[in-house]
């Protein structure tokens, strides 16, 4: 089989380790959607919101439905939303956030990857400032959808800035107007395909291709940690 087969199977495996990451990362956000508000998707507008980004990766619904009945259980405590900020190698800012149940172990993981890969963990607020907070929707557009009256509309549920390319539109706004933006595609029958949160650098600096692979295996490293939800940086 060869050369051409390994290579093959690494990229196999490489996605098949995204969807892993992928799934385990949505069942944080059904299983923290449960505890604040319930297991019931009609009144818990954030849970509806986990379930379609389920669908969206293709997440197994058995795996989908295990996470809202461990949610379900009294005996299951809440994860803590903790950030993490630091500095990666050259001076690139990079902003984690966790979900754990485990705060002492979360800390102690992400400090030693920082320490590793030539970078050092800061105190809270020593590089957030660097970045905004916003929404995202990724929306399936209408056969009649009229873009600029869709646009004005949504700014007064907050959007910011949208986007239309081949049938689907995105939308990005403050990280306030997640609800209102929420409920106007749903009030309005538009399909959600995706939604989220993201930080946005207001700045970024561009490294050349052999510091931006050291910077690289910092931010993967820390990406694999099993409590780690995202990983923002301003590299360019």
Same mark, same amino acid.
Do not use: C, F, S, W
């Given at each position: 089989m060869g050369r051409i087969f390994e290579v093959r199977k690494?990229?196999?495996f +490489?996605?098949?380790a995204k969807m892993s990451k992928q799934f385990a990362r949505i069942s944080k956000e059904v299983f923290m959607a449960v505890k604040a508000s319930?297991?019931?998707p009609d009144s818990n507008p954030r849970l509806r919101a986990a379930m379609q980004n389920a669908r969206t990766v293709n997440m197994p619904k058995d795996r989908l439905e295990a996470a809202i009945k461990k949610a379900s259980s009294k005996d299951e405590k809440?994860?803590?939303i903790i950030t993490y900020e630091g500095y990666g190698p050259h001076g690139i800012a990079v902003l984690v956030e966790t979900a754990t149940d485990n705060p002492t172990r979360?800390? +102690?993981n992400v400090r030693s990857y920082f320490n590793k890969y030539n970078g050092s963990l800061g105190v809270s607020g020593s590089v957030s400032f660097m970045f905004e907070h916003k929404c995202h929707f990724r929306i399936k557009a209408k056969t009649d959808t009229d873009i600029e009256m869709l646009?004005?509309?949504l700014i007064d549920a907050g959007c910011e800035e949208l986007n239309a390319d081949q049938g689907?539109?995105?939308?990005y706004g403050s990280f306030d107007s997640f609800g209102k933006l929420q409920s106007y595609f749903e009030s309005n029958e538009y399909e959600i395909l995706e939604s989220g949160f993201d930080r946005v650098p207001t700045v970024t600096k561009k490294l050349s291709p052999?510091?931006?692979e050291e910077v690289n295996k910092l931010l993967d490293k820390i990406e694999e940690d099993e409590d780690v939800q995202n990983v923002y940086s301003t590299m360019e």
């Open positions: 690494h990229k196999m +490489a996605r098949y319930g297991p019931n809440d994860l803590e979360t800390v +102690a646009e004005l509309d689907e539109i995105t939308v052999e510091q931006e």
